[in-house]
């Protein structure tokens, strides 16, 4: 089972709180943050950001988990990773607030709840993820967590009036080990 926080050098990632309601809302309804996530409605209402957490604070931790990112007191954006444990599989998904973009947040949140996965699962094999190949933060993030790119969806999805690309990447357990050897 994953820890309910997690903590790094910078974050907490911590469960969703209904407090958490003002700070999802002010990220979530900038477009710009929006634009290469579905099925996030835009315009964002209160009553998303609310419907959001109601989710995330029902969900079986045990197939999924998911944990507010907080950064100096505020909740900046949140992580989660599903797990498929028959087939030995996680997929991974994670946002961060477009004023934080590009300071490494989404990296540290991310290898943390990598890094925890592979610890809590010794039988798990394989994380996984998939972007927008036009999010080409995104993209670096997964990079820099040593995930390999493994393919492209051409026109996979229709998001916000564009087809769009999906990139797929995974880490196996062997080169995360590795990868912490070097570290």
């Known amino acids: 089972m994953l820890p309910e926080v997690i903590e790094t050098e910078r974050l907490k990632l911590r ?5 958490d309601v003002e700070d999802v809302l002010s990220y979530a309804s900038d477009p710009e943050w929006a634009r ?14 609310e419907g959001f957490l109601a989710n995330q604070l029902s ?14 007191g505020s909740a900046v954006g949140g992580v989660n990773i599903g797990f498929d444990l028959e087939n030995r599989v996680g997929t991974i998904g994670y946002s961060v607030a477009r004023r934080f973009w590009g300071n490494g947040l989404a990296t540290e949140a991310a290898g943390a709840v990598i890094e925890t996965s592979f610890a809590a699962f010794p039988d798990l094999n394989r994380i996984q993820a998939t972007t927008d ?37 995974g880490l196996l357990r062997c080169e995360w080990e590795a990868r912490r050897n070097w570290t």
């Open 36 to 49: 290469y996530l579905g099925p996030v409605p835009q315009p964002y209402t209160r009553a998303d950001a």
């Open 133 to 169: 190949e036009q999010n080409a933060g995104s993209v670096r993030v997964l990079e820099k967590l040593g995930m390999v790119r493994e393919g492209v969806l051409r026109q996979d999805q229709y998001l916000r009036g564009r087809f769009r690309n999906t990139v797929w990447c």
């Open 15 to 19: 469960p969703y709180r209904l407090e």
């Open 59 to 72: 969900q079986d931790r045990t197939k999924r988990a998911s944990w507010a990112i907080e950064y100096a």
